[in-house]
């Protein structure tokens, strides 16, 4: 089946420092997906991409998908405190959604 | 987005028995879908409840273990059935947004700790 390969596993930043999460698939996707869960939460949906190459901003957030439609990347700019979770790309396979790994971010401040 | 009920919110269950898991949501959708979450894991699609068909199962599910009911377009449950310590995980449902972009609400969450 389809597999999404997510990275890093684990990113633990100080506050005010930048942070980036990787997907990538090993064939073209027809769309990908972010979403967020926050420690003793469920995941949350954030964003999703389409288009290749597209890109999209949510305040300090800015989300890309590859101009091959293969990878994603997630970037948070100077994190804060509330960003903490862990972040899931989801990509769809037929009328469901397959999650990667996801990366746990903590922010120290 | 639709709004999801689930319950229980967590449960401690003793080895050999089952539990059932519920699912309300407040508009009708086609099709629910449960999923698992092992203790610092990812979300694993475990079925998808269809209303008035029987569930489509994950490799690595099956019926017997997991059996679901989708009596309508806008309930479902899961049974975590003769559950062992390795079923210890939180349970999830969710929802297409409706948005035709197959985008997924979730509800809060069952976390289930098997002894």
């Known amino acids: 089946g389809q597999q999404v390969m997510q990275i890093p596993q684990y990113q633990h930043v100080q506050e005010g420092e930048d942070f980036t999460t990787y997907c990538n698939s090993s064939t073209t996707l027809s769309n990908i997906q972010w979403y967020k869960q926050r420690p003793g939460g469920h995941p949350v949906f954030l964003i999703q991409l389409v288009k290749s190459g597209e890109v999209k901003k949510q305040k300090r957030l800015t989300f890309q998908f590859g101009e091959a439609k293969k990878n994603s990347s997630l970037h948070i700019t100077a994190t804060q405190t509330t960003d903490v979770g862990t972040y899931f790309c989801?990509?769809?396979?037929?009328?469901?959604?397959?999650f990667g790994a996801g990366t746990i971010l903590r922010v120290k401040s | 987005s639709a709004v999801i009920s689930q319950k229980p919110s967590r449960d401690i269950c003793q080895r050999g028995t089952s539990l059932t898991i519920q699912c309300q949501v407040d508009?009708?959708?086609?099709?629910m879908f449960w999923y698992r979450q092992q203790p610092g894991q990812s979300l694993t699609l475990i079925a998808t409840a269809n209303q008035g068909s029987e569930a489509t199962y994950e490799s690595g599910f099956v019926i017997d273990k997991f059996p679901i009911s989708r009596p309508n377009l806008t309930f479902s449950t899961l049974t975590v059935s003769n559950m062992s310590p390795e079923d210890s995980s939180i349970y999830l449902c969710?929802?297409?947004?409706?948005?035709?972009?197959?985008?997924?609400?979730f509800g809060a969450g069952s976390r289930l700790t098997v002894l």
């Open positions: 508009s009708q959708v086609t099709m």
């Open positions: 989801a990509m769809e396979y037929g009328n469901k959604l397959v």
């Open positions: 969710s929802v297409d947004r409706g948005t035709g972009a197959n985008v997924l609400t």
